[in-house]
Structures are given as structure tokens and as C-alpha cells.
């Protein structure tokens, strides 16, 4: 099959085969931010955003996301123009291995623009399908509390 | 207190914002062209041997390009346990065997054009079994059960191994006369712990990329805590001279000891050289479940003798531990259980460690962060929790009065090491009382304390404790070099064998390169985990990268700068022994003559003399400080149900210097919710026939954001005088707390106590349903 995605703003025409998934195809093409920790749908690390929703990519068909607008973490910042999200988690010392650390941005992304001053609690409830080994999670929350301040001051 | 001006700043993490940014490389993420994908079968069986494999059905696959199984692989027998040469572990291992030992052992690999056809075919395999009986029960296995290792296994160091009696590893050292001790003590508490079957879940599953450099070469992109490890075993297994072969680390999605195992690389390696094509295998998560590595379970009876006044006389320790179906880490996990526990106490004159593993058809255990210390500590801190209740002492006060002091030593130290003798060594660092003072005053200890606090309708409060040390690398075996060299702006590389997991070792090795030189950490550039361009390092496991690493670093960055401060004396005409170097530059004792380092570097590089301004270490440790850790928490237990919640954790932590106190926390709240999660829900189960069935996220529950409790870390800095600014190591131990802490609240809320982990809520039930029977029949 083919289809035209347009991720992170920009159109790609993509070839991929009927039963594969968004994130495979994703990540087939270039798009290797965007990590496999499960492929089941339980860890969070695929995450991204599609049409504005936020969707485990590896539970979604690629058919099912052609024409559609996706959202990576690289759509929300780059190395040279970090997201304050990216930014704080850095920071705080929140990012350990990293692997969890693209799918925590994008959990965050979407709990602030719908929830610019979240409680703790409503955090870790937004967190909660994202896994993380390393690092305790607590440093995460912390993170997300100082970003989602600076955001608000922006 | 001397100013820092990088050691314990808050630094950034110098790979953070690449990972944050999705731009940091893990292993799966880079590709190649005409890449083989690689997909393994597996044995559906727990023990059988393979009379036939069918490749039939294959035959039509478009797309399948070759099939690897026993009868076309040669047979080397070794360890994947990714150590130090000799290996402590059997070698109990080939590539692919004719027989199968666990539900998950590996039977062939296919390599294909795609992902998808590899993974097809591997199903399509036609194996033909013959069963044999077997084995799960460790102890059973030890009586007579069948034997599970290849028939030609053999230990490679002087050890105690019988394959024949399925006894994969025996340690036994003894101090002073423990049975005599035991027989006179006023009284004796005899218990018997299990710890369970546990999966790392590092979120990054086992990856592999072989592919070729310009000239040919093999080189092999992995996910592995052990790059110049698994060089070694790759040559040796395909038969090729180390220096043909290129292990690159790139970025890796946690290891926790899982990836310490050698066990893929050889096989990229096998389908990259025959077909001359770069190949790939990637593990999905219920491979990696099934199939990698788990912590090994163990079986420990603790007894103590107890003396008139209260104090331990006597303690012996008679561990079993299950290897599962390869004997990895089969010894020296084992031995850890005692060297890295016994010393704690060590006022105690007679002590006794005696440890089996043994082989059985469960899946394999490996290398785990806590590394025996972990079960050991099980046993050692409710051990305890009990005496000090039976003796109505306050368990802070006696952990203060007996553990290990600075300045004191323990015969264990000398007696049990990795798996031979160990290195004794005298503490120079130690700062656990304070430790067990502050954590305490962290959770309000006394006011909790046998209190019984309600906590809602139906729930009670208690509070535990449990207290623990670790190591910091392998004495005498461990070593780790670096180089480094001036570029002309003043910039500096900095090549380390060490390999960073995540746990932000790029960072803190060059903070202490950055603290020599006296330059902003941005200068340093880190390069690190390449065999080709960095030099040896054993890898990153037994709490060794800081103390062992980071002193090679040191050493490193010392001897470039007497280096550079030559130069300087030449610049300025002026005697070196003056000039120190200060914020990016060297100058004499009152400034008033200075140059940068730049000045310098384009000097040297340019000018006068030239010469390129470079330096190497090597680091080997005499002795391994220990960190120390307090670890406290508070549960609330419903005793309807059994729910055991955990509301607050503290942790008071030893760790030497930090280098980096936010990283160092990091550690210690990733090893903490590990641990609590382990203590509580973890479990890796099976069935009649040993088959895993929770291999996956949905059924093998690990602790998510929503279900951590309040955690307190508190850093308890002391000076350890060997170590990189003062630094020991901190990865480890703060997992090793969880497990009899909250075995210790739970008693402390309701009165039981579980000799048995993890403490579900159907473990706890049961058993205040037993205390409750015993209750209403006027029992205690
Ligand atoms: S990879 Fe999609 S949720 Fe884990
Ligand atoms: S930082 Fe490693 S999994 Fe989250």
C-alpha cells in the first residue's frame, strides 16, 4: 500500500504493507524517534500524537493514519530547539537511558495543553501508561512541574 | 569542605536533551542496506533432546534466506555471562545445542529479507522432540534430578562443579566455629527466605546489528554493558582474532544487568560473516521475557545465635540458589549473597556461608543489579527486625552499634570474593550511623514505630527498616582505562572503555576530567564504548564505573596536565612547579601571569615544540569500598484484603562524594521503585510444563508513575580517600533495601511476617488469616 502522512508538518508519501502498524512505518522511514519498547500497547515509549490525540503508535494501523496529522517528539522540539518539556526533563535529571524519555515528552505535551497547571496526582495519572526503569518516575514529575510553570510564564 | 567547581553541581547530562529530543541512536534505530533480519525458534519444551528439525515447510518462503540451527554451527562450548577472562561461569553454553533445556532455550535462527519473514519462518520450523523429564525445583534438582547441562560442560577457573549432580556453582567459607556458637546461644532464630523469579525490563529490548566496515571488518553495534567482553567472546566463538572485530556501544535503554549477557552477538555475527550482509536480530518484549535473562531465585536459611545481652553470636547462612538452565553468574551472584551481606555485622566471631546453585529447566538467571546482595539482604534484614523484637532492643541503636565501621575490616572481605577468595580491606569510609539517624528523622521513625497507626477504615500503618552495603568494582580484576588529548581551542576528547547504560557515566567521567583540568565541562567530549577507539574497560556491572572508571579518569586528566603545565613553564619561561591551572587556563600562585589552555593547545599544536598534548590511564582497585544505605518504609496494609501500599520511602544513602547528586538520586529512586516493585508485585510465573505465562507488560506488572509512593533521598556525603573526589559507587544498593523494609513494616502494621516474596495481596491475606486462626485457638 501507499499513503501520504504528514508528520511533524511535513508531507511524506509512504510504502508499507497492509498490516503494519504507524509506528513500524514510522520508524521503517526515518522516523527512529519514535521507540519500540513492547509493541503491545503497555509501555508508552511509541507514543505520539495523531490529530492532536494521543495514541500508542504501535496499536494504530498505518492505513488507519494515512492523511492524518502525526506528531513525533521531534515535532515538539530538536537538539538545536529544545520544547520546554525536553528542556526541563534535562534539567531535573530525569532523563536516565533515554529509551522511556521521547513517549514521557509526548505524555506530558498532551497533559499540558490540556491541563497547563496539573496537580501532581494528575500527572502520574497521565503517566501512567508510559514505563520507566530507570529512573523512579520521580524525577520525571518534577520535571513536568517545572516545565508546565515555565510554559504557564511564557 | 573544598569548592568544587564541577564535582557535585548539577550539571547537565551531556546525552540528556539528544535522548529527550528522540535524536540519541539506540541499536535498533540504525539500519543498513541489504540488511538480513534475523528471528530465532524456540523451544516449546522445558527438556527434550532434538531428534529431527524440518525446514521443509521453509522451502516456498519467498524471502528466507538461510536457517542456523546444531547441526551447521559449530559447537564451542562457553559462557554468555559477559565477564572478566577466565570466566567465573561454566562454559555450559553453545550457539544452538541437539538438546533444549528451558521453555525459551533457542532451537534455530532464521535469517530473511524482512522482519516479518524471518519471524514466519521461525515459526514454520518442524521440530521433532524427544522428551525427557524435568526439572524445576532447585532443591529437588540437587537430590537427583536429571541432569540438565551438556554432558561436556566444565568449569574454566578452579571451582566446585558437577554438572552430573546438577550443582553449578558450591561456595563454602567459614569463621570461627559457628555450630558451637549456635549450640550455646541463649537462643537461636532459624528462618527460612525465598526471593523470586524477576525480569529486568529495561525498556529498551536486546538488540544486535552486525555489519562491515570499509575494509571488511566486522563490526557489531549492540545494546551490551560489556562491550570488550563481548569482543572477546564473538572472536572466540567465530573464530576470528579480536582485532577483526568492532564492538560499538551506542545509546542503551537500560541494563540493570541483563545486558552484562553475551548471548545475541555471536549470532548477527554468525549470519553477517556467512552471507557477508549486515544483520540484524531485535527481541521483541515477550522474548526478552521468556528468553534473556531474570534474577535468580533463592532459598536462604538464616540462622542466628543470640547471646544474654542481646547481641548476634553466631550466623550462618545456607543458601540455594536456581541458575535455571545455564549456569551464568551461577557462582559469583551466589557468592555476593555472602560477601557483600556478612560484613555488614562484623562483630560477629562466627559465621558460616554455604551456597549451591543449582541447574534446573527454568528459564536463566543472570547478572541483576543487587547481584545476590539483593536475596541476601532479604534474609539478613528481617533476620534482624526479628531479634531485635524478641530482645525488645531498638533496631536503629543495634545497627549502630554493630555494623562496620570505618577503620575496621571483616574476615569475610579476605575469605569470599567473586567466586575465589576475596581481597581483604580495611573501611576508610563510613557514614551509616548518621545514615540511619537521618533516614529515621526523614519518616518520623519513632513516632510510627510499633504504633499502629490507623490508616482509613480497615487499614493500619507500620513502619520497617533494613540497612545494606555494596561494593564498588571487583578488586584486583576490575580495570578501566582512558585517554584524552588537547584539542587547539582548548577543547578536550575524552575516550573511556566505560560503558554509560543511561545511568549518566559519560557525564560524571568527564565531570571529574573537568574537575582536574579546572575547564568547563563543555570542553570535555566524551567518546566512549567504541573497541576500536577507546581503550579497555571491563564494562559497567558490579558498581564499578564511578570508583573504577572514574579513578582511570582521574589518573588520565592528572597526567595531562602536569603535561600541559610543562608547556605553559616553557611559554612563560617561568618553572612549572608555580603554575597551577585555573578556569580554563594556567597560571603562577598569585595570577598575575597567565594563559589559557587554547593559548596552550595552539602552541603546542602550532608553534614551539610541537607536539600533540595527550595522555592514558589505568585503573585497578586494591580494595572495593562499599557504599551504605538506611532504608526505611511505611506501609499501610488493609486487613480485609491484604493490599499492601507503600506511602513513603526514604532512602539515606553513603555513596562517598557524588559527583553528580541529582544523577546519583537518580539511582537510588530507579533502584528504590525497582525494589519496591519486586518486593510487592513482581513475579515471573509457570506453569506445570515451565512455561513462562506472564511473559508481557500486561501480566508482568512493574510500577508505574501512578503507583509510586512518596520518595525521600537523602545523600549522606563522606570522603572516600581511594575513590575519584572522594566518590564510591551508588547503582546498585539502593535496591537491596525495599524487600526486608517492607517485609518489616508489614510485621509492624499486622503482625506478619513473609518469609516468602513478592507480598501479594493473596500472600498477605493468607497469611492474617493464619494469624487469625492461630489467635482464635489461644495460640501466640
Ligand atoms: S511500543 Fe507501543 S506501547 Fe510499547
Ligand atoms: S530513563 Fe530509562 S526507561 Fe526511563
Known amino acids: ?154 | 569542605m573544598t569548592e568544587y567547581q564541577s564535582i557535585g553541581k548539577a550539571e547537565k547530562k551531556i546525552d540528556g536533551l539528544s535522548l529527550a529530543t528522540g535524536t540519541g541512536r539506540f541499536t535498533a534505530d540504525f539500519t543498513a542496506d541489504q540488511i538480513l533480519h534475523l528471528a530465532l525458534c524456540y523451544s516449546p519444551h522445558a527438556h527434550a533432546l532434538i531428534r529431527a528439525v524440518d525446514l521443509s515447510p521453509l522451502e516456498e518462503m519467498d524471502g528466507v534466506v538461510d536457517v542456523f540451527y546444531h547441526a551447521n554451527v559449530p559447537r564451542i562450548l562457553h559462557s554468555t555471562a559477559g565477564q572478566g577472562y577466565p570466566e567465573p561461569s561454566p562454559y555450559d553454553a553453545v550457539l544452538f545445542d541437539h538438546k533444549v533445556r528451558f521453555v525459551g532455550d533457542r532451537v534455530a535462527m532464521v535469517a530473511a529479507e524482512t522482519r516479518e519473514i524471518a519471524r514466519a519462518a521461525a515459526q514454520r520450523i518442524q521440530v521433532d522432540y524427544e522428551m525427557l523429564e524435568p526439572v524445576f525445583d532447585p532443591v529437588a534438582a540437587l537430590a537427583d534430578g536429571p541432569q540438565v547441562a551438556a554432558e561436556d560442560a566444565h568449569a574454566v577457573i578452579p571451582a566446585v562443579y558437577r554438572p552430573e549432580e546438577n550443582l553449578a556453582a558450591q561456595v563454602e567459607i567459614q569463621v570461627g566455629n559457628p555450630d558451637a556458637e549456635l549450640a550455646v546461644a541463649e537462643f537461636v532464630e532459624r528462618h527460612d527466605y525465598e526471593t523470586q523469579y524477576a525480569a529486568h525490563c529495561a525498556l529498551e529490548p536486546h538488540a544486535v546489528l552486525a555489519t562491515f566496515d570499509e575494509n571488511g571488518r566486522l563490526v557489531i553495534i549492540t545494546s551490551t554493558q560489556v562491550p570488550f567482553h563481548a569482543r572477546r567472546i564473538v572472536s572466540r566463538l567465530l573464530q576470528l582474532p579480536p582485532g577483526r572485530v568492532r564492538i560499538v556501544k551506542p545509546r542503551i535503554g537500560g541494563g540493570f544487568g541483563g545486558k552484562q549477557e553475551v548471548f545475541l552477538e555471536p549470532l548477527a555475527a554468525l549470519a553477517a560473516l556467512k552471507h557477508g550482509r549486515p544483520a540484524r536480530l531485535v527481541l521483541s518484549r515477550r522474548e526478552v521475557f521468556r528468553s534473556s535473562r531474570t534474577r535468580h531465585p533463592m532459598q536462604i536459611r538464616m540462622s542466628t545465635g543470640v547471646g544474654k545481652d542481646g547481641r548476634i553470636t553466631a550466623l550462618t547462612m545456607d543458601a540455594v540458589m536456581n541458575t535455571g538452565a545455564y549456569g551464568s553468574h551461577a557462582l559469583t551472584v551466589l557468592s555476593n549473597a555472602g560477601s557483600k551481606v556478612l560484613p555488614l555485622l562484623n562483630k560477629i566471631e562466627h559465621l558460616r556461608f554455604f551456597g549451591r546453585s543449582a541447574y534446573t529447566n527454568l528459564p536463566v538467571g543472570g547478572a541483576y543489579r543487587g547481584y545476590g546482595a539483593t536475596q541476601g539482604y532479604f534474609a539478613l534484614g528481617q533476620q534482624v527486625d526479628i531479634i531485635t523484637r524478641r530482645t525488645g532492643q531498638d533496631i536503629l541503636k543495634f545497627y549502630k552499634t554493630w555494623h562496620i565501621k570505618s577503620g575496621e575490616t571483616s574476615p569475610v572481605f579476605e575469605a569470599l570474593g567473586e567466586g575465589k577468595a576475596g581481597v581483604g580491606q580495611i573501611i576508610r569510609s563510613c557514614t551509616l550511623s548518621e545514615c540511619i539517624d537521618r533516614g529515621a528523622a526523614a519518616l518520623d521513625w519513632y513516632a510510627k514505630r510499633d504504633r499502629h497507626l490507623p490508616a482509613g477504615k480497615d487499614r493500619v500503618k507500620g513502619v520497617g527498616m533494613a540497612v545494606a552495603m555494596q561494593g564498588s568494582g571487583i578488586p584486583r580484576v576490575d580495570m578501566a582505562s582512558a585517554a584524552m588529548k588537547l584539542n587547539e581551542d582548548g577543547s578536550f576528547n575524552l575516550h573511556v572503555g566505560a560503558t554509560d547504560l543511561g545511568t549518566g557515566s559519560d557525564t560524571i567521567l568527564a565531570q571529574i576530567a573537568a574537575e582536574v583540568l579546572q575547564v568547563d565541562l563543555e570542553r570535555i567530549v566524551v567518546l566512549s564504548s567504541d573497541t576500536d577507539l577507546t581503550p579497555f574497560d571491563t564494562g559497567a556491572y558490579a558498581s564499578s564505573t564511578t570508583y573504577v572508571s572514574g579513578n582511570a579518569v582521574r589518573l588520565c586528566a592528572e597526567s595531562l596536565r602536569e603535561k600541559i603545565v610543562d608547556v605553559a613553564g616553557a611559554m612563560l619561561q617561568q618553572d612549572p612547579a608555580g603554575l597551577h591551572l585555573r578556569r580554563n587556563g594556567v597560571q603562577d600562585a598569585d595570577g598575575t601571569r597567565k594563559l589559557t589552555i587554547a593559548e596552550i593547545a595552539a602552541c603546542s599544536l602550532y608553534r614551539q615544540n610541537q607536539v600533540q598534548l595527550q595522555a592514558q590511564a589505568s585503573f585497578v582497585g586494591d580494595e572495593s569500598p562499599p557504599p551504605f544505605i538506611a532504608q526505611f518504609a511505611e506501609v499501610d496494609v488493609d486487613i480485609r484484603t491484604g493490599r499492601v501500599v507503600v506511602t513513603r520511602f526514604v532512602s539515606a544513602v553513603d555513596c562517598g562524594q557524588p559527583i553528580h547528586p541529582r544523577l546519583a538520586e537518580g539511582q537510588v529512586e530507579g533502584a528504590v521503585v525497582n525494589g519496591i516493585s519486586y518486593a510487592l508485585c513482581e513475579e515471573m510465573l509457570f506453569d506445570q510444563r515451565g512455561r513462562t505465562t506472564n511473559a508481557s507488560f500486561w501480566d508482568y506488572k512493574i510500577f508505574t508513575a501512578a503507583d509510586i509512593p512518596e520518595l525521600v533521598t537523602i545523600l549522606v556525603e563522606s570522603h572516600e580517600e581511594t575513590g575519584p573526589f572522594g566518590a564510591k559507587s551508588v547503582g546498585e544498593i539502593a535496591i537491596n533495601g525495599p524487600l526486608p523494609a517492607i517485609a518489616n513494616a508489614i510485621v509492624d502494621a499486622v503482625g506478619v511476617r513473609l518469609f516468602r516474596a513478592p507480598f501479594t495481596q493473596e500472600r498477605v491475606f493468607r497469611a492474617l488469616e493464619e494469624k487469625r486462626r492461630r489467635e482464635a485457638a489461644g495460640g501466640p
Open chain 1, 1 to 154: 500500500m501507499e499513503g501520504t502522512f504528514r508528520i511533524n508538518g511535513r508531507h511524506e508519501l509512504l510504502e508499507f504493507s497492509e498490516r503494519a502498524t504507524l509506528l513500524q512505518v514510522l520508524r521503517d522511514n526515518g522516523h527512529q524517534e519514535v521507540k519500540e519498547g513492547c509493541a503491545e500497547g503497555q509501555c508508552g515509549s511509541c507514543l505520539v500524537l495523531l490529530d492532536g490525540r494521543l495514541v500508542n503508535s504501535c496499536q494504530v494501523f498505518a492505513a488507519a493514519a494515512v492523511n492524518r496529522e502525526i506528531t513525533t517528539v521531534q515535532g515538539l522540539g530538536t537538539i538545536h530547539a529544545p520544547h520546554a518539556i525536553q528542556e526541563a526533563l534535562v534539567e531535573v535529571g530525569a532523563v536516565q537511558c533515554g529509551f522511556c524519555t521521547p513517549g514521557m515528552v509526548m505524555a506530558a505535551y498532551y497533559l499540558l495543553r490540556h491541563h497547563p497547571d496539573p496537580s501532581e496526582k494528575e500527572i502520574r495519572r497521565a503517566l501512567d501508561g508510559n514505563l520507566c526503569r530507570c529512573t523512579g518516575y520521580t524525577k520525571i514529575i518534577e520535571g513536568i512541574r517545572l516545565a508546565a510553570r515555565r510554559m504557564r510564564q511564557a
